[in-house]
C-alpha cells in the first residue's frame, strides 16, 4: 500500500498469465537482438508465472523482410529451441501497423492474437493521425476481422472524442502494462488511468522490446483499487483470447 490509496502490482499478478503483445521474437525488429537474450527474458517471464506469450513482430514498410512466410520460419525455428529450456507455451501474431502496406498484409492473411482467429493488433504512427486508418479498419472488418488497437494511451494526437468514436466502431483496445508506470510520458500515464477507470481496454500486453526496461519500470506502477480491479479484467481476457 502506498500514498493516495494506490498500489502496486500484487506479486502473483504474473500467475498463469498470457502475454499477447511482445517482440521476443529475435533479430526481426527492433525488439530482442538475439536468441540468448530473448530465451534469458522467457526463463525469467516463467519464474513469474507466466504461461503463455503472443509474441507480435512489427509488420510495416520499415520492416520489409517481415512477411508471413519468413515470420512464421523464424518462429518455428525458435519456438523450437526454447522448448528446450522453457515450458512457455508461444504463439506467434504481428503488429500491424496501418500504414501503406497494411492491406497488401490483408491479402496474404493476418497472423492473428488468437490462433486461426480474426484478431489482428493494429497500430498507428504515434505523432499524428494519418488519412485512411478507419478506412482499412473497415475493409478488415467487412472481412470479419476484429481490429485490437495497439496501446491507444500512447498516441500523441488521440483524445476523447477519437477514443470514443473508435469504441463506437467496435475498435478493441490493448494498454501497454508500462503506460501506466510512466515509461512513455506522462500524457500516456493519463490517458491510461482514463482509459482504465472507463472501463475501455479489452487486453493488457507488455510490448517488451528488452528485458531490462521492463524490470526497471514494473515497480514504478502505482493503481487505486478501481485500476487494479480493471486489469484484473483484462489479464482474464488474455486468456480467453488466446486459450
Ligand atoms: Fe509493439
Redesign the pocket.
Known sequence: MFGLGRHSLPEDFFRGACDV???LLPGVDD?FPTVEKSLHALKKLEQRGVKKMVF?P?FMKDYPDNHREAIMAKFEAYKAEAAQVCGIELHLAA?YMLDACFLDHFKEGFLTLDKGGNHVLC?TSYMMYEHGITEMIYEIMCAEYQPVI??PERYEYANREIYFRWKDKDYQYQLNLLSLAGTYGSNAVAKARYLLKEGMYDYV?S?M?GLSNFEHFLPEIRLDKKCLEQLERLIENNKRLVG
Open positions: 503483445h511482445c517482440h525488439g507480435t512489427h503488429e497500430e495497439a496501446h500486453g510490448d522490446h
